[in-house]
Every structure is written in structure tokens, then in C-alpha cells.
């Protein structure tokens, strides 16, 4: 399992998308590829912003399809990012 | 809002062609303090004593890069005395995060994004101005989307899911479309004013009475607003927004009222385009 502790990356407020896009294309991506399972640790971020989460994550699902959240933990999320990852995987879910 | 207007017309002006009349009013000492006559070019010939700014407004502001709109987002904060209040700041630095990330990905302005914000005691309000001299709304929505006039284009930016980047549902690897639906819903549910400007059109969000019930609208045009349509044109994009501290609800509750009406709108246009097949 790869493990990603985001804080020490983003900071507390995660809204750089250009980091989000980073971590996907050249950790995130390249260890589901492999099959290996991906930990996104968010302990210390408070808040991340829409815009955030969806650089982080919303290809991945395109790519591999919603199940490719059996592979992905999100670990230590607080009220806030749980709910925008959320909302998320669920809009990435209803799309065309 | 309207000072980082100035300051966003002015920073493209040769400051020799810039003249600035002598004025009486007090008012002068405060341009002087959020830096407009510096960010001009020009000096003001006041001389005051500099008290520290914080808790009480963030001068004129350039923002061009990710690196630079991370560490104002750092610093924004601090300066504006609500660190030990995140009920307070998240909406603050998410707003601000949001609509600067715009900018610098989307307006193609040369200057980024020109912002200035101020405390107001009294009513305990915020109010930020964030500008850009680009491209504007239109000429970003018009590459994947039809829309007749300025208004038009700021409707559909308003509206959940629709981006510039791509016709589909669910946006781009890096775009969703959710960004400035996220803002004017963060400010309808804490009865913020709210306004958009872009063009020559005008999307003025109307503040909301604390006995008004809390209704998301994913249709910016069923939101209780005013609206211009031909104001003199502004090459780019203007967006103010006051946030009333007393008013602010806990963001996590605002991320449930976002999301119900996030997937109410993409249901609803689901079935504006759902055919059913002629028999006859």
C-alpha cells in the first residue's frame, strides 16, 4: 500500500490543484496501475475546496470506474473534506 | 470591490498619464493605507503613520501564480483576526481560494488576480473584492457552451456542472464546473451579498432577511437577484462578496444544502434532455 500524508504537501487549507494534480499523475496513478492500494492520509488538512479533490481524484474514477474507490482510503478526513470527497465521488457517479 | 476595480484599470496605465486631484475628503488617507496610489504608481504626497493592518482590512493584492495564492491564503487569515474561528474562516479562505484559482487558470489576465478585502466593525462584515482584467466570462464559457450575451454566459457559470473546458457531465480531469455555484451558494446560505460582474452584464445575488427560509437554487436566475445587462463593458471579470460573521453557518451544513441541489440540478437537466421516441 502506498501511503500519502497530505499535509506536509498541501497544508491545512488543500486548494493547490496543481499539487492535486501532481499526486495523481505521479504517485496516485502510478500505484493503481501497479494494483497497489493508495492511503490519502488527511490528518491536519481542516478544509480542501471542491476544486481540490476534484484534480485529486475525479480522473482516477473515469479511468478505472467507481470501483477504483476500493482502493483508494481516505484516511482521518474531518467533517468538512469528508463531505466535498462526497460530493465528489457522487456528482463523478451521475455523469454521462 | 469598486478599489481593486481602480486598481485593476489603472495597472495597465503609464502612471505619468495618471493624475490624481488633491481631495479633502478622509477618505484619502485610507487609498493611501490599501496601497491604491503605490499599486498605481503614484505617489499620494500624504504622509501618515502606518498603524498594523490586522483585523481590519488586506491592502491591494496581485495574485499571478499557485505559489503566491497559497501564501496570501496563509496570511489572509492571520490579518483578518478570525484564526481561532474556523466556522468563520473556512467560507473566508474557501471563497477567496476558489475565485483566485479562476483567475489565474481560466481568466488569462495578464496581471492574475488584483484583491483587496475590509472588516467592517460595526455590522461585523468582511467584504472582498477580487478582479481581473482577462478574458471574461464569456470567452471561457462560449469554448464549450452557446451563450448569446454576457448575462447568458454568467448564468450557465453559475450553474452547477457546466464548465468552459467540456460539454459533459462531471467536467474535465481538472474541471468541474462547480466553483462559482459553490461561492454564490456559500453566500445565499449565509445571507451574504453576492456579485458577479463580467461584460457588460451584472449578477447581483440580493441579501436575504434572517427570517427568509434558506432555499438553494441551482438555477441562478430563481435566486432572488438584480441584473444588468448593459453596463459599460469590463474586459475581464468582477466578483464582490460582504460575508456577515454574525450570519455564518457551520460549513459542513452548507456542504449538505450544496449537495442535494448539486444532483436536484443535474436530474432536472438530465430530464430536459431526455427524448422520448414519436410513434404515429
Known sequence: ?96 | MVIAMVAALGKNINPEKIKIESFEARSKHYFERIGLFKFLGKDSGMSITAHDPSGRFIPLTKIKNSTQQTKFLTEMIPLLHLVDNPKQTEPIQYIVGELVRNVIEHSQAKDGAILCAQYYKKSNTIRIGIVDGGIGIRKTITKSHLAADDFEALRLALMPGITGTTRKEGGTADNAGAGLFFIKSIAHVNRDFFLIYSGTAMFKLLKRSPSEEISLQSKPINDRHSKQKALPYWNGTVVGIDIALDETQEFSVLLDLIRDIYFTSIRERRKEKYRKPKFT
Open chain 1, 1 to 96: 500500500m502506498i501511503k500519502i500524508e497530505l499535509l506536509s504537501i498541501v497544508g491545512s487549507f488543500a486548494e493547490n490543484k496543481d499539487k492535486a494534480k501532481e499526486l495523481r499523475t505521479k504517485i496516485i496513478n502510478p500505484a493503481l496501475k501497479k494494483g497497489d492500494f493508495v492511503e490519502l492520509d488527511f490528518t491536519g488538512v481542516n478544509s480542501a475546496t471542491q476544486s481540490f479533490i476534484h484534480a485529486l481524484i475525479s480522473q482516477l474514477i473515469r479511468q478505472y470506474g467507481i470501483d477504483v474507490l476500493d482502493k483508494i482510503n481516505f484516511k482521518n478526513c474531518n467533517n468538512t473534506v469528508q463531505k466535498i470527497i462526497e460530493i465528489v465521488t457522487d456528482y463523478m457517479q451521475f455523469r454521462e
